[in-house]
């Protein structure tokens, strides 16, 4: 690469985040800044770097989409048998980052990650095109496999068979909630001046915040 990324950047100007905006309670923050981003970002605004740690503790970071948001856990669902899964399964203590460019608003969520029922996972299934549930069924998640063709011939096979009935939620498909015990606000401020405030959630259950030097 030619390109000098040295001299690629820009200042970020679009809001400030002070104390007072922030309030006492972080999901409602981030509620309101995902609404707004819903409608400032077209591309993905859901989209989220899911960061896992594996049996031999090396980190990996993928993007997922948010869900769900309930109470105090954000809900993504994949293959239980994926890389995710596995290290999921090794480790629950998960991170996720939401980066929304047009706000110059990034979200950071430590937590938790516990499969959600049977119920809850099969009910959002059925909300799935078809296409994508019979994707769900024929991907054996981050195996090896010959080839493409291998799943375009099995999606064929499954497309046919369920032609003229319900796709069923594959047994090792479901949803995580992560509960989240720590959230970072950053807002992009003019001469990399950021804000940063960060909530975490004490023994007692109630968020306590901090503001953080960018």
Known sequence: MNRDLQSLRRDYQFDDLTEEKA????LALFDAWLSQAIEACPDDPTGMLLSTVDADNKPHCRTVLLKQR???SFTFFTNYNSDKGQDIANNPNVSLTFFWAPLSRQVRIEGVAKKVSREVSEAYFATRP???QIAASVSRQSQVIASRDVLSTEFAELEKQY???DVPC??????YAVEASTIEFWQGRPSRLHDRIVF???DQGSWQAVRKAP
Not at 23 to 26: A, E
Not at 170 to 175: A, I, K, Q, R, T
Request: hydrophobic fraction near 15%; glycine fraction near 18%; proline fraction near 9%.
């Open 170 to 175: 594959p047994e090792n498909w479901g949803g």
């Open 130 to 132: 078809k296409g994508s």
């Open 23 to 26: 309030g006492s309670d972080p």
């Open 200 to 202: 975490t959630l004490d």
């Open 163 to 165: 032609q003229d009935s």
């Open 70 to 72: 309930d109470a105090s």
